[in-house]
């Protein structure tokens, strides 16, 4: 959504429709769930270092795991597509 704000900003793209699904449930163990975090930018591993990791995943099974005692997370996947066209005389 930010890429296509910041296309339509600078006059590059022309958005004609968009369309978003509904959401789809599924279930995420509450590892593959931080796997999931480390790999954001704020939480990858390199950046944690080898004691923050161990850490921060501790931290986060044991934030879940009240909610989740059987050790999966029920989420919900939503797509977004937006379709369109170059802006005339997009090229610069």
């Known amino acids: ?6 296309l339509e900003k600078q006059g590059y ?3 004609i429709s968009q ?4 959401p789809i449930p ?3 163990s509450i590892d593959e769930f931080i796997v999931g975090l480390h790999s954001r930018s704020s939480f990858t591993s390199e950046r944690l270092g080898p004691q ?4 921060f995943d501790q931290q986060v099974r044991d934030l879940l795991a009240p909610y ?3 050790g999966m997370i029920p989420l919900q996947v939503v797509a977004t ?4 066209k170059p802006a005339i005389g997009a090229v610069k």
Do not use: M, N, P
């Open 1 to 6: 959504a930010k890429a296509i704000a910041e």
């Open 13 to 15: 793209f022309l958005r």
């Open 19 to 22: 369309q978003s699904t509904a």
């Open 26 to 28: 599924f279930y995420q």
């Open 52 to 55: 923050g990791t161990k850490d």
């Open 68 to 70: 989740h005692g059987v």
């Open 81 to 84: 597509v937006t379709w369109g």
